[in-house]
């Protein structure tokens, strides 16, 4: 019952254009500006009723609104760099109406936003700054057989030392045999061109960057890459709480937090100890490297009514996990989805537009539908799957204008599925 109630509940919330979560304090709801790649993405699509219901939407020219629908996967990291300021300004104009902030600390247990606890090599200019020298492993370059390499953790240096750093689009040169050439790995299909600004923040100046822009927030607890209790006395509970308390210090609301980790434990501990903000904690489901099938349920362990009996309320698989194909080659949902379904879990799917250019199968995101998958207008057909066949809650994107663009659609959507014999 509580999962038709919870689907129910988000068909009408998308119906009306999300104003109930604009009339909550989403700030950013009245500029909400979509640019140019919704549309694009639609003109890409397959002929078909789905085309032809975004195509009446891209028509109407309707003011656009913010969506909880729509969550900002690290920003908007498709073109800004990833957990910077800028990047999540640009996910809040985007429409974005729940924004992530990856949790990792520093060396004096300060929290900051970080995808990982020791990807600082990579996301920013650490390598070409004097904090080089305290980085866990120096830069090594490629020697003809072995790649570049260097290791920089949050943990190597003060928060005081993080924020001299600069964000930069995450990437590295494995052959670069400078630290110059190391720094310039940004992707092919992502861009350079907003990146000379990236302003790194602690997790407490995100609080307050969020509030201001009127989003919601998804704090991921990042599995610590440094033995714990760290230094001796800094545990994983201590890390947990503290993540929860910086939000009740800053008056932030359990309703407008889903704190979330890959770590059950983590999960389990927020729902015994903190169970306001527990509630809607979100585990996020990793499994599939421990051997976990979504079509065997066989191999889900623990099972999603196990889940479900622990208090867990929300699971969040990757993408693929949650689709397959039919024998006509059709994207539909997985036993995965429809077993958490059937459990009463709420279901939020990541992160979409992570892959590159779909026309060749759209890489790992999209590997249990390839068969489905020969244009990027293919992202609406997955997305459209997704909250209309899985009946997901929320999306993680690298580009929110996407996700944005759809939620708004959704009242066309249905119509234009009513119409259909």
């Known amino acids: 019952m509580k999962r038709i109630w919870a ?14 979560a604009a009339c909550a304090g989403h700030g950013s709801q009245n500029s909400v500006e979509l640019g140019p790649r919704p549309y694009y993405l639609v003109a890409d699509m397959d002929e078909g009723p789905l085309r032809q219901a975004l195509q009446e939407c891209t028509s109407q020219r309707r003011p656009q609104q913010a969506s909880d629908f729509s969550i900002g996967h690290r920003g908007a990291p498709l073109q800004f760099p990833e957990h910077t300021e800028e990047s999540y300004r640009a996910a809040a104009r ?10 990792a600390f520093t060396e004096d247990r300060e929290l900051v936003c970080r995808h990982s606890q020791c990807d600082l090599h990579t996301t920013t200019n650490i390598l070409d700054t004097e904090l080089a020298s ?10 003809g057989s072995n790649p570049a390499s260097a290791r920089c953790c949050t943990s190597d240096i003060t928060l005081a030392e993080f924020k001299t750093l600069k964000g930069k689009m995450d990437g ?6 400078t630290v110059e050439e190391y720094l310039q790995g940004t992707a092919g299909w992502r861009t350079d061109l907003y990146s000379q600004n990236g302003t790194l ?3 407490r100046e995100s609080i307050t960057l969020f509030q201001e822009l009127g989003v ?10 440094v033995p714990m209790p760290y230094e001796g006395n800094y545990s994983q ?3 947990a709480r503290q993540l929860i308390e910086e939000y009740r210090q800053a008056g932030v609301s359990p309703q407008n937090v889903y704190p979330q980790s890959f770590s059950l434990e983590d999960v389990r501990y927020w729902i015994g100890h903190h169970p306001r903000y527990g509630k809607q904690a979100v585990y996020l489901d990793g499994r599939d490297a421990q051997g976990l099938d979504p079509q065997n349920p066989g191999t889900w362990q623990p099972d999603m009514e196990t889940l479900a009996g622990y208090g867990v309320n929300i699971i969040a698989p990757p993408l693929w996990m949650l689709v397959t194909t039919d024998q006509h080659n059709r994207i539909v949902p997985s036993v995965y989805a429809e077993g958490a379904r059937n459990a009463g879990l709420d279901i939020i799917a990541w992160s979409l537009e992570r892959s590159g250019p779909l026309t060749k199968g759209g890489g790992w995101y999209y590997q249990s539908v390839q068969p489905a998958i020969n244009n990027d207008g293919d992202t609406f057909t997955l997305l459209d ?19 944005t663009f759809y939620a708004n659609c959704q009242k066309a959507l249905r119509a234009n599925r009513h119409a259909q014999p």
């Not at 305290?134 to 020697?143: A, I, K, R, T």
């Not at 998804?218 to 599995?223: S, W």
Request: charged share 15%; proline share 8%.
């Open 7 to 20: 689907f129910k509940a988000f068909i009408a919330t998308l119906a009306i254009g999300t104003a109930a």
């Open 94 to 103: 985007m429409g974005a109406g729940i924004v992530e902030c990856d949790v």
């Open 134 to 143: 305290q980085c866990s492993e120096p830069f090594s370059p490629f020697d």
């Open 172 to 177: 590295a040169n494995p052959r670069a045999t």
């Open 201 to 203: 923040l602690s997790h």
């Open 216 to 225: 919601k927030m998804t704090p991921e607890l990042k599995a610590p890459q």
């Open 237 to 239: 509970q201590d890390y």
């Open 385 to 403: 799957v997704l909250a209309r066949d899985v009946g997901v809650i929320g999306v993680f994107s690298d580009w929110p204008a996407t996700t």
